[in-house]
């Protein structure tokens, strides 16, 4: 069932691929906020969290990553560390206060990249990649599931909102995949 489920999803992450293959102006951008966080300053992963990395590169696996970037804090990088290690690329680190920079950047570029980020970081980049305010809305502290697909094609973007199937029961000490 789990199999299935991934399937799924990976499916649904592809769709304008299979139309714009060797066009330049196509790529898309996945924004992620880092898996659940140990307590502390600059904390690790928790194993929820470190299972949650290991699915993430999963989903994303037959995905053409061709860049990752994470800001420079130990959940983050964590986050990204699987993806990075499958596709055998660096974690570029970038600022959550040069967003805009970031933004103008990744538009530049063109590639397709995983970004890690924060509550608050995630959906205000998001925001900005699609010059859409109404989206800049912090995550809650314990919304992990999502994950954000942005398909730049000629000149419109199109966004879908994906909920990794990872539940995490802190109370009972389990981890669950849902449906």
Known sequence: MTRFIYL?????????????NDDDSYFSLYLVRHAEKQVGKDPQLTACGKLRAKQLATLLAPINIEAIYSTAYQRTMNTAAPTAKQKA???KHYLPSSLTQLALQLKTLKETALIVGHSNTTTALLALLTNNDA???PLAES?????????????????TEFKQPLVCAKELNQIAITL
Request: hydrophobic share 55%; net charge neutral; glycine share 0%.
């Open 89 to 91: 690329l660096p974690i």
């Open 135 to 137: 989206l800049n809305k």
């Open 8 to 20: 799924l999803i990976i499916a649904t992450l592809l769709p304008l691929s299979a139309i714009a």
């Open 143 to 159: 919304d992990y599931q999502k994950l954000y697909q942005l398909q730049f094609f000629n000149d419109h973007v199109y966004i």
